[in-house]
């Protein structure tokens, strides 16, 4: 495989800079792969390709350099100060192959891809979307076909024009967030007309991961959950994005159909998310199963999980590049499910289950 | 299937009488099996036996009736009290085939469940044993061969006692305890030479449950456990027991070893036991997870488990009732290491792939 | 000190079922008196009236009697069963006091409990509001001056009735639920005219009495509360009251205003309330704060409590009735705070200081 | 008041580099006195020393330089980066009036402290030991009158020799740490001899801090407190010390104590401390509380605090060198007790009570 090309949507954001600055810390043998499922010794003869087989660029609606968002990401304890330095080039490179996002058209937006494939000889890009999240988008008649959305790209959120535009510049395409991004009918038409892969959505990087390994325990175990309540306190931007009612309300539904996935039925319980603005780049869950045993007894798990967005998210982005690099067929691929909160596939939501069904399909 | 008689070492314990009273309650239709993994639909077609076929009875150094122990799980908030004059008939039943375990003398255990299974007319005889802790065995070069075993049965802990009579009296053996049991060489060449299957041990009822869960789940995502502390609060007797230096021990071993398993590394930290009698049968389990994410970055997970030891314990024994009973090969039955924190076999110590080798198996 | 009245607004509500059950309990010496503040040393000589004065009544719109709800707290683990038989007798002749409240006619209520205090020869009637909260109350005009509310009762909401039915009774009056119940201007005049005491309001039972003492932890310390952030999850009625938006705004309020009292700022940070109907009588409330210590340095506190609220707020219903039946002055009585989220009078917040202003007003 | 010394036992240690580091940008205003309560409204009257009047030096067995400690800190983070470079000045006068404690000579160690203040135009010296925490010290007859010890300094723990020696140079003494340090009846005698006053012993920074105003809020509240159980995971030198079955004896003690004092019983449950060096400066304490309620209903507290020992401990040693600065009556200060563990006096152990022992202390 030649080399790869990672066109990051949201690319001056928290994630992609901890993923551009982490590659190349990886490459130089600096840091290592932690958190990079690409790494398992499972994937070792997946033939994915080479850390310094990737090319980093993207878009981004704001114009902070990289080199300013490492320096913010080092003082909020995402990135350690010795990495700082040693990235410097490799943040220089990929700053040169930023551009505005600000224009909002689709067409400007592929010819900008592909000019980064041609200036990079680039075999194949991933367009990944690491950007904020946005509100739920109302159903519009001329999202079910792709003759009706090619008269009407106006109707669609930024999301699902990045993708629009990474289809028609032949890019597989990643939604990373909740955002709209490909799940509509008419983009998956487009995925088959232009013949590129998609997967997502929602990264599975917190209270959903361990949601989707302790729902399978209670069902394995016949323990019947009567309540599943979550809160999450986050910082930064997307905890300002995620507790808005809308947003809130599509991050919830997803999460409570983990749940109704593996337990089957649905379970009772709500799921807050709270901004904290001083939390910074970290996220707190707190999660209360009440449960019920043998004989009607009740008893509780309680799981508090606290974790660095950045530090979560970004290898899962560069696991994600590397697998969709390989994927070979149009459509959306289920088999990454395991990545994701929501990947409304079909398949198992237990997270070992899904694991299994990664491997089986990384070594086709 | 006949009959199944169901022996229970510890047979007035709260694990055994919540046992007893429990399936008559499910047998009557009053409760519904949860917790009760032979339930499930993965083993509907497994030819298990049915609730109406299990005929109850034990051994005991204690002499409290059950329907005085019923009481007190009442009392405790095991037992619903709704339910304790519905199961007074049973328990009258199995009280009549509970024996005094006071001679320890192997010879009379094994007449007291051969007279068990002829006076009830029954097909095969599990014996399970949830009497209380022992404190762990000095190796002894008699427990490496069954020849020279029998010449030296006062060198057995009690449990391997109990586990020496099942097997000379035809019958599968079960240790839902860490105590010593069936694991010495001699009774393994026992259980080959009688025909009898056993299987354990220690019963995975709370915080070793949850790592088997969560180790995989840090294993898959590449994340880097650094360290795994765990605090366990338990009333009840065996909390006592456990609570002991000795026990202790032998308890944290296997818990680290979960980890160890899932994990491919040794893992820093350390696990206490302590005993707290106010809680009563009830009991919390408090872990800490630090583990390190991509570039270092250090988080946390902390588990708090509540649980009820007895309603948690008591459907697994007659799961593993139920499944013993359709063993057919002698020795080790590594396959039911789903219910066990140290099973001591080769297989996987991650919980859904012992699900997996357990449904595989009852489909055989 | 004669005989006392206890009118309980909600009698058959589970805080006043278990007051009266666990009042009877104590008088007959067969439960201690644990919970009940009025009990400590430091109120041996504060001349309140003995457990055998007290004489229970009440109101409520349902008609369950007694000894059912006393069977629904057994069953749900807030009432011993061997309690229940043993308060029988006076369960039914409380059953004997309590009065429809469907009327909504103040002139009725009053009626209704001047005929209890001369039917029991009673000195002093203190009527105690702990029914189910209500929603939040528009101000009225009406509501500012007792002239005007003489002619507009039917603007009150039940609450306010009560308390208004109560100081034309000559009646001291005590709110033990957010609702508006005494806390309109109209009502203070009455209270003074009436020449009655009134107290409250909202029981500090839970999350709040913790607040009441970490926030001055924080405050001593010189450290810095960046976010405090809560959920609490509550079973039973009270439950799918206060998790509707109207009541919970006002029961936030109430939780903000302790931290802001104490920590001399307000607080980043949300409360949420959650009805988990499974949970029956118990709640639990997990509070997280982020706090910065020396040098910037971010720190987390996290708490979770689980309580039954009954039997948390019942003692504190018995010691309010034991409290103001001494209480000699007219008007509101601030000395109190030391029981409510929110006493909305000038005095400390923390809990500690709000002890000390009790006990130097009960040795008065 | 004119300039006052303190001198570190301990000096380069974390506790000690961030106390120097923390006062250096707190003068030069670079950073909030965050956590020092010498500087809330409380004592603006007290006649505590300024900040610029404040000279560090100490002694200490390792001889790493103060600026590497902190750029060690920078990396914990503990310091933040942006204040390393702003404090170089202040550390490297520190670094001058750093002495060697490898004599174990406690008439060198007073010479030292002697010259320490002469060359700084010191008015009062105050001697905090932040060294780590000692094994306890069997006791030995020498140690109870003066006349004996000086015969006999051999006998002492190099804590106890600081006492000493800080004593026989006329200055006030600190035990920051649970080390016998002044808590022998000699040195008591010394600090009488002297007329030099002296404190401890054991700040208290986490658990026992919030136990120190949890257990009051109990007692206030009449609930009977059955079990309060504890583990501690301490990274850093100290948590290796502190997890030593010796000193963690000794400081169980004094966490028990702190709860038996204001519960006015024995309070069953363990506390385990176990050191995680991954966990670095930081430190994570569980509680858990199981207390029961009226009529024996049973319920829990937990309790999770997660900080950075530095940064909780070093505004702490500030404001007992300010404090201590002011302390005009020789012998023990039991006024102090706010800061301790385990101050061993006569006096509350809530923390609200000692607060306001401390205000007016400073106030008289």
């Excluded at 704001?62 to 490492?70: A, E, G």
């Excluded at 009612?245 to 379970?267: D, T």
């Excluded at 990545?339 to 289950?353: I, N, Q, R, T």
Aim: hydrophobic residues 45%.
């Amino acid at each position: 495989m030649g080399r790869i090309g990672v066109w990051l949507v949201g690319a001056r954001g928290s994630v992609a800079t901890t993923a551009i600055a982490g590659a190349a810390a990886v490459r130089a043998g600096a840091a290592p792969p932690t958190g990079c499922v690409s790494e398992l010794p499972d994937f070792a003869d997946a033939g994915l390709p080479a850390w310094s087989d990737l090319v980093f660029g993207g878009h981004d609606v704001v114009d902070t350099p990289l080199v300013k968002r490492v320096e913010q990401l080092v003082h909020g304890g995402v990135i350690p100060a010795r990495l700082a330095d040693l990235v410097w080039t490799d943040l220089t490179v990929a700053e040169g192959e930023i551009r505005s996002g600000a224009s909002g058209d689709p067409a400007r937006f592929a010819a900008d891809i592909t000019a980064f494939r041609r200036r990079n000889r680039i075999d194949r890009v991933v367009v990944v979307n690491v950007a904020s999240t946005e509100p739920p988008v109302r159903p519009h008649p001329a999202h079910q076909h792709l003759s009706d959305v090619d008269r009407a790209l106006d109707t669609l959120p930024p999301s699902s024009l990045y993708a629009y535009a990474a289809m028609r510049a032949g890019c597989a395409y990643v939604d990373f967030t909740p955002s709209t991004g490909a799940w509509l009918p008419a983009l998956d038409e487009l995925s088959h007309v232009m013949g590129v892969p998609y997967t997502g959505r929602d990264g599975k990087t917190g209270e959903t991961l361990l949601r989707s390994v302790l729902a399978p325990m209670f069902a394995r175990r016949a323990l019947s959950v009567l309540s599943w309540s979550g809160t999450n306190l986050l910082g930064g931007g997307d905890g300002a994005n995620l507790a808005d009612p809308g947003p809130a309300a599509s991050k919830n539904a997803a999460k409570q159909r983990v749940l109704e996935g593996e337990l089957g039925h649905p379970v009772d319980g709500r799921v807050h998310i709270d901004h904290v603005p001083a939390l910074g780049d970290w996220k707190t869950a707190w999660d209360h199963v009440l449960f019920e045993g043998f004989l009607g007894t009740r008893m509780t798990l309680q799981v508090t999980w606290q974790g660095c967005d950045s530090a979560l998210a970004a290898p899962l982005v560069l696991d994600l590049a590397r697998f969709m690099a390989t994927a070979e067929t149009p459509g959306q691929v289920p088999e990454l499910a395991f990545f994701f909160k929501d990947p409304l596939g079909v398949g198992p939501h237990g997270l070992m289950a899904q694991y299994d069904v990664l491997r089986d399909w990384a070594r086709r």
